[in-house]
């Protein structure tokens, strides 16, 4: 079976962001950009499925400018068979990268999409859920564990009460938690091979969807400060503190 | 207007958060809120939902499907009563981050996820960048799918509310998706997300044997137990007390954190709550920058003297 795994250009989580001072996004001029955390898991759970024989290729997909070929070389790198962008200057929304992915699901013919739970830009949360809905297939999100056999997949994933198993049949949509695995390197020789892997540009235009934005950025902000604290000399003046001046403690 | 707050819950009781939810969906204008109830014998968390002040209306579905609320069957149940909605509300929580933007999909609505404010019926301001920069974002979809961050708003009044209950038919369980099992985390402790004390521990616990020694402390104070994420990799505690950008976001009265360093992913979690207290022996830690008190001391040494002290 082949794999698709969806991966997001972002700021590299490392990054101290800052707001650009018009309010009219965050400053993303010459700061270190890398794939998506999660997206990373994501890649090296589909490596290792073809690894262990469940799967037999897979593709790296992302959606962006030409910049996001470097994140699709990294996913080469990473071991990926091929790649695909889908070229767009344009900022898109879940929805609509859930489109997208949608005419990519049909063009690749995979059984399992993994994608990551969660963009580190946009924090949204939403895509792989869409991607599944639009599919009509089963969602397996935030994902810690997924187990393949005999056309299912034992899916283990965080809930906010501990962890849940559903048995899903496939093909399925599956989204990474950062436990699911711990995603490798590329070594050099892997990066030199990964420059003659197939990278496929697909114009986003081209692909009949509508993913024009929904919501307008009316302003982006820096959040509100906290107050300078003061640093104790002991554990005595701590609890007075917290009992008689912030009284948040009996 | 109506607006629809689809309620959390366990199937025995309303989640607070809920009434967090519920209190967002009172900014939004003029309009009439009703709750959804869906779940298996859930009928006792439909009588609490009629209890909430400012819901006229609760809607009641059953089946063995919506017992462990997989999201491909809320998703369609509450699609099924979706109809005229101006706005359709959810928690943001690991429920309904995973079945409401399935629902967006097939109503092809771009959901906003996780708000903090409400602007106006159309506006809302929600966190990017795991907090570090806040958005205001204007929706022009006809029927606005949010998920809402609960510490970001005053809990609704759980009585004084008398509405009607009215029961509704589930949607058809979704054959490609069953239910195997659940671990559960016992604990006797205060929910993480609504306890007024936190006590969290980091990496610097050293070991899950270490870690314990929370308990202790949290039980003197009441509080609940978080963890950072390190301490949770590390198998310290158990992923449900994870607190940050992709775990919980909790907003207490007192905060406190032994040996977490501070990382940005940890501060998403909680530098919303009232008062932050820090313990680490790096006088450099990041933490100490969002901390209302800090002590540059081990905490091994410190947690014994608060729990001899208090
Ligand atoms: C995409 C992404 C999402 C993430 N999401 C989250 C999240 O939701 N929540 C989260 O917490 N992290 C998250 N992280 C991880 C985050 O970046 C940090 O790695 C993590 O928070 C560090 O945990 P820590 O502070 O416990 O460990 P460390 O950074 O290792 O800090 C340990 C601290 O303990 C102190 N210490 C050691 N011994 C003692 C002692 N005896 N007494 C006192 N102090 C001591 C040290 O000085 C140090 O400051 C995420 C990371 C990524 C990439
Ligand atoms: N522009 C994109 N290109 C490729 N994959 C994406 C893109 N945006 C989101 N995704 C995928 O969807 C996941 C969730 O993103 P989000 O819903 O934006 O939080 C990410 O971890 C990626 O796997």
């Known amino acids: 079976m082949k794999v698709l795994v969806p991966v997001k250009r972002v700021i590299d989580y490392n990054v101290k962001i800052r707001v650009k001072s018009d309010q009219s996004g965050v400053e993303t001029e010459n700061v270190k950009m890398a794939m998506n955390p999660f997206d990373e898991v994501a890649i090296e759970e589909a490596l290792r499925m073809r690894e262990a024989g469940v799967a037999t290729e897979v593709v790296a997909v992302s959606i962006g400018t030409d910049k996001s070929q470097e994140t699709l070389r990294t996913a080469l790198a990473m071991g990926a068979d091929e790649a695909m962008l889908i070229q767009t200057d344009a900022d898109v929304e879940p929805l609509g990268v859930a489109k997208l992915l949608h005419k990519a699901v049909e063009k690749v013919g995979p059984e399992v999409v993994i994608l990551g739970k969660q963009a580190i830009d946009d924090d949204s949360n939403q895509t792989g859920q869409m991607l599944a809905a639009m599919l009509d297939w089963p969602q397996g999100t935030f994902a810690s564990k997924a187990e393949f ?60 969807v509508d993913f024009a934005s929904r919501l307008t950025v009316l302003k982006v902000e820096e959040p509100a400060e906290r107050e300078p604290g003061v640093i104790l000399g002991s554990v005595d003046e701590l609890i007075d503190k917290l009992r008689n001046v912030e009284k948040v403690i009996s | 207007m109506s607006v629809l707050v689809v309620a959390e819950h366990n199937n025995s009781e309303l989640n607070a958060m809920t009434l967090s939810a519920v209190s967002a969906a009172s900014q939004l204008g003029d309009s009439d809120i009703h709750l959804l109830v869906a779940g298996e014998n859930c009928g006792d968390v439909a009588k609490q939902a009629a209890a ?235 933490i100490f920058q969002v901390a209302s008190y800090g002590l540059v001391m081990d905490l091994f040494d410190v947690i014994p003297q608060l729990q001899e002290a208090l």
């Open chain 1, 149 to 208: 056999s005999d056309g299912k997949v034992a899916l283990s994933r965080e809930t906010d009460d501990g962890i849940e198993t559903l048995n899903l049949s496939l093909p399925a949509v599956i989204t990474t938690d950062l436990r699911l695995n711990e995603p490798r390197y590329p070594n050099l020789p892997n990066i030199m091979k990964a420059k003659k892997k197939p990278l496929e540009v697909i114009q986003a235009d081209s692909m009949g």
């Open chain 2, 52 to 286: 909430v002040a400012g819901v006229t209306k609760v809607f009641h579905a059953e089946s063995a499907g919506l017992a462990h609320a997989i999201g491909e069957n809320v998703a369609a149940t509450v699609g099924s009563i979706a109809g005229d909605y101006s706005h359709i509300l959810a928690t943001a929580t690991a429920s309904g981050k995973n079945w409401m933007p399935r629902l967006a999909a097939q109503l092809d609505v771009q959901q906003i996820s996780d708000i903090t404010a409400v602007e106006s019926a159309d506006t809302f301001v929600r966190p990017i960048y795991a907090g570090n920069a806040m958005a205001t974002v204007q929706s022009s979809d006809a029927t606005k799918l949010i998920t809402v961050r609960s510490t970001s708003f005053e809990a609704a009044a759980d009585t004084g509310g008398s509405a009607s209950v009215e029961s509704v038919d589930a949607a058809g369980d979704f054959a490609g998706t069953q239910f195997v099992s659940e671990e559960v985390g016992e604990s006797d402790r205060p929910d993480l997300v609504s306890a007024k004390v936190v006590v969290s521990g980091g990496r610097g616990m050293g070991s899950e044997e270490n870690f314990k020694i929370l308990e202790p402390l949290a039980e003197k104070l009441g509080a609940a137990i978080g963890a950072s994420r390190a301490a949770v990799d590390a198998g310290y505690a158990p992923n449900e007390l994870q607190v940050g950008q992709t775990g919980k976001v909790v907003a207490p009265d007192v905060y406190i954190a032994f040996g977490i360093s501070g990382a940005i992913q940890h501060l998403a979690g909680m530098k919303e709550s009232k008062v932050i207290v820090a313990v680490n022996t790096d006088e450099d830690a990041p």
